[in-house]
């Protein structure tokens, strides 16, 4: 006695359908999640600016925080030097500034910074400014008491909406 046995001939994988429905939602997918995915660098880029503005500031007036001994131990320029500097260039070079007495404890005692930090990472220069908003960057009064750091954003232009800015006054 032979027993038989018959196999399937329904053929295995997928239909058309099955994979152009898989390629649809795919397509979705990714119609969502690309656009999220390249703003992270541009999101990046700005976070990376708010701290760089926020670094410069506390390179010019000193680290309320920075404790050592029950001193006050980062008075930063303005604590040294007692005036703004007329440019950022000034937090990382010494030029014509009075060189630190150790006994009166004022001077220029940097550098503060390194140069690096004056760009943002779109590649503009951050502006320094005591005055109102212009393009190029207007000069710093070194008497005032407040002034705004302020990068260009994405666009690599001053005073619009896109502007990354950090006002201080003391």
Known sequence: MAIYVMESTKAKGFTLIELIILLVLLGLLAAVAVPRFLDLGGQAKTNVTKERLENIKRTILGDPSAVSGGTFSAPGYWGDIGRLPSSLSELSTQGGQPAWNKYTRKGWNGPYIESSQFNDP???????????????????????????????GPDGSLCN??????????
């Open 161 to 170: 909406s896109d502007d990354l800015t950090l006002s201080v006054s003391f």
């Open 122 to 152: 779109w590649g503009n220069a951050i502006c320094f400014r005591t005055a109102a908003c212009a393009s190029p960057c207007p000069a710093v009064t070194t008497s005032s008491r407040s002034f705004t750091l302020q990068s260009a």
